[in-house]
């Protein structure tokens, strides 16, 4: 170990290229990683702020939220299913529309 400091301090020349670059492929990687648990708390966000015990999706939609569907036949099934106490609808606003005389962007989604 003391080999390599003294031979770091006496040509660090030499080593100013590998660190940089290892320095740059650091900072790659923290931004990514920051990237990807920033794109992963914006999409199950809305799921890990439900204060409910269970989620039911639609067998067509691929355990996505966005692609779920539950008719009214449906839900009247699942409220009949024992120990069910109450069920909600849960939306997703996709896009914003401008509504006359307000100056703020209105949330929307396709029903």
Known sequence: ??????ELRRSTRRFVP???????????L?????????????ST?????????LVVY?????????????????RAEIESVPGVRATSGLGFALVGARVPGESELADTAPS
Not at 1 to 6: P, T
Not at 18 to 28: E, F, N, S, W
Not at 31 to 41: E, K, M, P, S, T
Not at 61 to 73: G, Q, Y
């Open 1 to 6: 170990m003391r080999l390599a400091l003294r």
């Open 18 to 28: 590998t660190t940089a670059a290892l320095a740059l492929l650091v900072m790659l």
């Open 30 to 42: 923290l931004f990514l990683g920051g990237l990807l648990d920033g794109l992963y708390l914006g």
């Open 45 to 53: 966000g809305a799921l890990r702020a439900q204060d409910a015990d």
């Open 58 to 74: 639609s067998d067509a939609s691929r355990d996505s939220v966005i692609r779920s569907r539950i008719d009214a036949p449906l």
